[in-house]
């Protein structure tokens, strides 16, 4: 049955200020002016590791206890996030179409679920305000990613995240087996004082992500028979 948006936000159903951050990895703290993911914010993500950062930046999350709902996200890695530590008995897929359907599976999701991740579809701006009040009155964080190959709608977010593929590390001379991959990734937006850009892998050689250290390339500590196929799974999610 669809959910209804409330026009009416009570006090008593506002997120307590101690409460206020989900976590994430250490790697990614700069990005978010919180060092985590502020409750009742809207996280948007887009670049070329769009879908990988997404799914990194709930890991934390998932780990300390969150469930993630992913509502409208055609092409969703669940191996990806398994790589990224996600359990995935703690990810609840929604499907969605069209803007309405979306909003309103979405607010329901936003019950009882504190992370989601989502693919906002065209239209989607019309429907932020209500989802934005559902959001800060549930304390939940909305992470949103564009379709594969495309932009995805504006819908006015709290922070942009960007990312930009440096290079990926294990290919030489047109053979060998991805092992990891550098990416740039800028934050900005209404709720980000100042830029900031930071390098990052993503993923690491253990398929999550970790701050890029000038002149140390990364070692892959994984069992010998890991195969080329499991690493490139990663790519899939971006």
């Excluded at 703290?29 to 502020?38: C, H, I, Q, S, V």
């Excluded at 740039?184 to 004082?193: D, K, L, N, Q």
């Excluded at 000038?214 to 892959?220: A, K, L, R």
């Amino acid at each position: 049955m669809a959910a209804s948006l409330p026009s009416v936000i009570r006090t008593s159903d506002l997120v307590p200020v101690r409460d206020r951050a989900i976590a994430v990895e250490p790697a990614l703290t700069p990005l978010f002016p919180d060092a985590g993911l502020r409750r009742g914010h809207v996280v948007s993500f887009a670049g070329v590791a769009a879908r990988s950062l997404a799914i990194a930046t709930a890991a934390r999350g998932v780990a300390d206890g969150a469930w993630l709902a992913v509502v409208g996200v055609d092409g969703f890695g669940v191996e990806a996030a398994i790589e990224h530590g996600i359990a995935p008995e703690r990810i609840v897929q929604i499907p969605a179409s069209g803007p309405v359907e979306w909003a309103e599976r979405l607010a329901a999701a936003a019950d009882g679920f504190e992370l989601l991740l989502t693919c906002p579809p065209r239209g989607a701006d019309r429907q932020m305000r209500k989802l934005r009040q559902r959001l800060q009155a549930r304390g939940g964080v909305l992470l949103a990613v564009p379709p594969v190959g495309e932009h995805a709608p504006s819908i006015g977010a709290d922070i942009d995240l960007s990312t930009d593929e440096v290079a990926w590390i294990g290919i030489e001379q047109g053979s060998g087996r991805l092992m990891a991959r550098r990416v740039t990734i800028g934050s900005a937006g209404r709720r980000v004082p100042r830029p900031v850009t930071i390098d990052c892998w993503l993923p690491g050689p253990d398929g999550r992500v970790d701050v890029v250290q000038t002149g140390v390339h990364p070692v892959d500590h994984r069992a010998d028979d890991v195969d080329r196929h499991d690493t490139v799974d990663l790519h899939r999610a971006s």
